[in-house]
């Protein structure tokens, strides 16, 4: 395991979220960085190092977060980069639209705190299955 510390940035206009998801994953000696739309994680993913992986939610200003996560799998820099999904939208067509626009893992909120850190140790593990 490399000194570096592992950086998750966690992209949601809800600063409680946020905070909750900072507190969860520092416990578990994961950094989080924060963004509240997705301009302002366009400012950090421009700056290395990339995070090791993104959370994302669907309901974010300006431009969504599907809207965002296309962009983000469009662009070749963030072909590694997984992306977790985060968000209140259940229904099961939103939850395909995500999958197929490239994110690797959808959680529903509310979520079970435990469910969350292990989907994200997970990923961190296991980084970006790229599907056929």
Do not use: C, W
């Not at 940035?9 to 909750?20: A, F, G, K, N, W």
């Not at 994953?25 to 992986?53: K, Q």
């Not at 969350?116 to 299955?129: A, E, F, N, P, W």
């Amino acid at each position: 395991m490399n000194a570096r510390t592992t950086r998750v940035l966690v992209v949601d206009d809800d600063v409680e979220i946020q905070q909750l998801v900072r507190i969860l994953l520092s416990r578990r000696g994961i950094e989080t960085i924060a963004a509240e739309s997705a301009a302002e994680a366009s400012r950090i993913l421009s700056a290395p190092p990339l995070p090791d992986l993104l959370i994302l939610d669907l309901v974010l200003p300006q431009v969504s977060g599907m809207e965002y996560l296309k962009r983000l799998r469009a662009t070749p820099a963030f072909d590694h980069l997984p992306i977790l999904v985060l968000s209140s939208m259940v229904d099961t067509e939103t939850i395909r639209t995500a999958l197929n626009n490239g994110a690797d893992r959808y959680l529903t909120k509310p979520y079970i705190a435990n469910n969350l850190v292990s989907i994200v140790q997970d990923m961190l593990k296991t980084g970006r299955l790229v599907r056929s």
